[in-house]
């Protein structure tokens, strides 16, 4: 949910980087082949593990590669060369996920690759299992106190983003009805159009859908992007929608947040991701609408490794949005 032109141009770099490139290095095949031959032709069957009961020696590997401490490792019932194996998700060096098959002595024996239906399962699996027990029973209905779209007629902020003059038109379109699947549910969303300038010229119009769980939890399902340049359309870098692009709904807010919650508001591609954690409850916010106590203060990594922040004051949403060298205040908040 980047706005102020942030997540067009991130996506157009990303793209530039990821164009199609040679990398031949026939003697690291033989050997991963020779390996793979080796472990035999069945597939890994592993248990889960604890991370704490992981060995130290294979936890640094995964860290190393790519891997996090809270990820899945499997302990496999194959052994090579002798040495028990563990696998776990990690990142090549162009940012891509893939499974890591580390000894038991922490050595990397390879890396393997899934083909994209495998990868879309798997992620399906995870989806599932991460939303086991999620309920939607009014998912429309979105009265999370720190942003309450429910009851959202428009919000306008302003402000600058390096020499740019920035405005952004949050407008709620209760008339626009989409639905998606979810855990085996289908929920209907709310949608909210976000119509951002540049120097008082229309740079963008997205159109964001919304849903909340019982527990108070708002997702973020998708994105329709246009893309504007002297009043012509231009392109829709940055689109997205659940079903289509990723199984995994994104987390805009929990339903009741801690400092230190952590969250992905979206996690499509290399592309399109963002990791958020909650940092303060408490944050002062001045705004030309109002003055705000209290507020979320929620720290925003993008792919790109860029940091922004967002802050979420109670009975309104978002008060102040501040992207590297810029800072976009709230200025006026109608409801309906």
């Given at each position: 949910?980047?706005?102020?032109?942030r997540k067009r141009k991130l996506f157009q770099v990303m793209k530039l980087k990821t164009k199609i490139r040679l990398n031949i290095q026939p003697i690291i095949v033989v050997i991963t082949i020779a390996l793979a031959c080796a472990?035999?032709?069945?597939?890994f069957a592993g248990k889960a593990q604890k991370w704490k009961e992981v060995p130290?020696?294979?936890?640094?590997?995964i860290?190393?590669?790519?891997?996090?401490a809270d990820g899945r490792v499997d302990k496999e019932s194959e052994k090579i060369d002798g040495k028990v194996i563990y696998e776990a998700v990690g990142k090549d060096k162009d940012g891509n996920e893939v499974d890591l098959v580390v000894n038991e002595e922490g050595k990397l024996v390879m890396t393997k690759n899934d083909d994209a239906a495998d990868r879309t399962q798997e992620q399906a699996a995870k989806a599932v299992k991460a939303l086991k027990g999620v309920k939607f029973s009014h998912p429309r209905d979105i009265n999370n106190p720190y942003l309450p779209m429910g009851t959202l007629k428009a919000d306008t902020l302003e402000g600058k983003e390096g020499a740019k003059k920035i405005r952004i038109e949050r407008i709620a379109k209760p008339d626009v009805r989409k639905t998606f699947k979810i855990g085996g549910q289908t929920v209907e969303a709310l949608a909210v159009e976000d119509r951002e300038y540049e120097n008082g010229e229309l740079a963008e119009v997205a159109m964001d859908y919304f849903a909340q769980s019982d527990d108070g939890t708002v997702y973020y399902l998708g994105e329709d992007v246009d893309e504007y340049?002297?009043?012509?359309?231009v392109g829709h870098s940055?689109?997205?929608m659940l079903g289509k692009d990723t199984q995994k709904p994104g987390i805009i807010l929990p339903g009741h947040s801690k400092v230190g919650d952590k969250f992905k508001s979206e996690d499509v591609s290399k592309e399109i991701h963002e990791d958020d954690e909650v940092m303060s409850l408490s944050e002062k916010v001045k705004t030309p609408a109002g003055t705000y106590d209290n507020c979320i203060k929620v720290k925003e990594k993008l792919a790109d490794g860029a940091v922004e922040y967002k802050y979420y004051a109670s009975g309104v949403g978002v008060v102040r949005e501040v992207p590297e060298g810029g800072d976009v205040l709230l200025t006026s908040h109608t409801v309906q």
């Open positions: 949910m980047l706005s102020s032109g472990a035999g032709p069945s597939a130290e020696a294979v936890r640094a590997t860290l190393a590669n790519g891997g996090k340049k002297k009043g012509k359309l940055g689109s997205w």
